[in-house]
């Protein structure tokens, strides 16, 4: 029982590592995309500068903290923007959405989107992109 609540504890605590990098990348990306739209510049390139800026920030801190992944590899790398470009691309469509269809102003339609893509990506980058080899529990941590 004290294994299983200590192996629950530590699925928990690389959520809560990946939802901290997420504040961050959130931050940056956010940071990024309200420059961007100040300066008049169309909300969708907008949301490209947001995903250049908060993706890369979120694949460093993902690979080295959340998932300690030390490798550097292209394999790794080109898994990430696969997985981030797949709910960026959904974030496209759905600020698209939000926007034009709904009407929702351009500065709430991307706080939207991150609680739809959010989950997406932690699935995407745990199970897909920094998957490791299944070892005894006490040799992860």
């Excluded at 199970?127 to 070892?135: N, P, Q, T």
């Amino acid at each position: 029982m004290i294994n299983l609540i200590k192996k629950l504890f530590y699925k928990y605590e690389k959520f809560i590592k990946f939802a901290i990098v997420g504040f961050g990348n959130l931050f940056i990306s956010l940071v990024t995309y309200y420059l961007l739209v100040f300066f008049s510049i169309n909300y969708q390139i907008a949301n490209i500068g947001g995903f250049i800026t908060g993706s890369l920030n979120g694949y460093i801190w993902n690979r080295v903290w959340v998932f300690k992944n030390s490798k550097k590899n292209l394999s790794s790398i080109v898994k990430f923007y696969l997985s981030y470009l797949s709910t960026w691309l959904l974030s496209a469509i759905l600020l698209y959405i939000w926007i034009e269809v709904f009407n929702i102003s351009d500065k709430i339609a991307p706080i939207i989107n991150v609680v739809i893509t959010t989950p997406i990506n932690y699935l995407l980058n745990k199970y897909w992109v920094f998957k490791k080899i299944k070892k005894a529990y006490n040799e992860e941590r």
